[in-house]
């Protein structure tokens, strides 16, 4: 871990947040590559849940969320965690995070007895400071899916199973972050919430374990880091039926990178008022507040219907941590000397090619490598970097430090002789000529594939 902090922070992947007031603790900045690296994570999950089906629809909902949402979802009675203050130097800590009942921080065993502290974040609405106008910052983006499935449901008539996908940040007060961007107050996660006819549940819930593991391995995950966790049924959350937590080997230990969980039809019946002609199956608090059914009619019989959802929910953060683990290699070359290689898979790459002149004050060749880097960059496949450091080798090890998949370098032979590029790949160190004329359809075969 102690390396990847390193890396993170020298290469401009993530900073702590504040760092020059010395931090804020539990908040991190995306750098210039790791803002690249996140969004191309994202843009992967979104590309195979929303692109690649015909069955999700997507959704941006507004962090700020109305009380009633959190009251009625059960997050105000059960979003806790078990605190504990040690009398003797007055850190705070999470009991269950305890291995024996003594602080961390100093030894002492005089600890308090645990009690529930709740998670979320209040915020005050509006002008005037009053107990009756606030909101809470979304401690989960689900729960905005949830209570606009009926407005997602009018606007495109869709027919189970279907379900509508959500990017988005979360706010949780954690009460003791940790393990770099692992546990943090301020988060994003990747969520879909899928509809599905209640006695299909539990087979599409296989269904999607199956596919979320799938999708891992796409991102460079290799699957014997990898161990599915089912959770025991006096731990599961209120709102579950069953849950499936993919772990993963982070380099702190065996933690949860995404769960799949079926929330039956809890989340719906919960926001939805007339629940006693609905036939709910799950427990939910009479709701005199809602004004919406949140079933859908079937067209045949016309009975209404809650459906059951299931849900892959994975962080965004925990998700950039294990690729980048993945990703973390120092090699050995033949002449003894070291290399540092993040082998990222080349559609997350924060830089897919770095165009480097072999003489940064050449007018001819420095043109031509603009050129280069132009037309690279009109393929769509992500940031082309052009870099006149001016030492090619320290180049390349530096893009292969931060997972640059290609360097291009431009030449005398490429203006003066034959129009062709040294094009030197990150993983094997191969060079090829390669002529200007095919760059593109090279390039793009091996970014895109």
């Not at 940790?178 to 919430?193: K, T």
């Not at 539990?202 to 991102?219: C, N, P, S, Y």
């Not at 080349?346 to 060749?365: F, Q, T, Y």
């Amino acid at each position: 871990m102690d390396e990847l902090v390193a890396l993170a922070k020298r290469r401009g992947f993530i900073f702590q947040s504040s760092d020059i007031y010395g931090g804020l603790q539990g908040v991190y900045d995306y750098g210039p590559l790791g803002v690249e690296l996140k969004n191309n994570l994202k843009a992967a999950w979104w590309r195979a849940m929303v692109y690649e089906r015909d069955d999700v629809e997507g959704l941006d909902a507004a962090i700020l969320t109305n009380p009633l949402t959190l009251r009625y979802s059960g997050h105000e009675a059960t979003f806790t965690d078990p605190l504990v203050d040690c009398r003797q130097c007055k850190s705070r800590w999470r009991a269950d995070h305890l291995e024996k009942p003594q602080c961390p921080s100093c030894g002492s065993t005089d600890l308090t007895d645990p009690r529930p502290f709740n998670l979320m974040f209040k915020t005050q609405v509006g002008p005037v400071e009053d107990s009756a106008n606030f909101a809470y910052l979304r401690p989960e983006t689900a729960q905005a899916i949830f209570t606009n499935f009926k407005n997602v449901a009018d606007s495109t008539s869709p027919k189970l199973p279907f379900g509508i996908a959500q990017i988005g940040k979360a706010f949780r007060n954690e009460i003791t972050p940790r393990n770099f961007i692992f546990r943090v107050r301020e988060f994003e996660q990747m969520e879909l919430e899928f509809f599905v006819e209640p006695g299909e549940d539990e087979t599409w819930h296989d269904t999607w374990v199956a596919e979320r593991l799938k999708w891992w391995g796409e991102q460079g995950v290799n699957e014997n880091n990898l161990e599915l966790y089912h959770v025991p049924a006096d731990e599961l959350a209120h709102y579950s039926k069953a849950t499936v937590d993919v772990m993963y080997r982070f380099p702190h230990g065996l933690e949860e990178l995404e769960g799949i969980a079926n929330r039956t039809d809890f989340d719906l019946g919960s926001h939805t008022k007339n629940q006693a002609d609905l036939n709910i199956s799950a427990r939910v608090e009479p709701n005199a507040d809602s004004n919406a059914r949140l079933a859908l009619q079937n067209t045949e019989s016309k009975e209404w219907r809650v459906p059951y959802v299931i849900e892959p929910s994975a962080g965004v953060d925990r998700g950039v941590l294990a690729v980048m683990n993945e990703a973390y290699n120092v090699e050995t070359l033949e002449n003894g000397s070291e290399r540092t290689v993040m082998s990222f898979k080349p559609h997350l790459s924060p830089i897919k090619v770095a165009v480097l002149p072999l003489k940064r004050n050449h007018e001819g060749i420095v043109d031509k490598a603009r050129g280069i880097k132009q037309d690279l960059q009109k393929l769509g496949l992500g940031r082309i970097l052009y870099e006149d450091t001016g030492n090619i080798g320290k180049g390349y090890r530096r893009h292969d430090e931060v997972g640059t998949p290609l360097c291009v370098t431009v030449d005398f032979q490429t203006i003066e002789e034959d129009d062709t590029v040294t094009v030197r790949d990150r993983d094997s160190m191969d060079q090829t000529r390669i002529a200007v004329a095919d760059l593109a359809d090279y390039v793009k075969e091996q970014i895109a594939g």
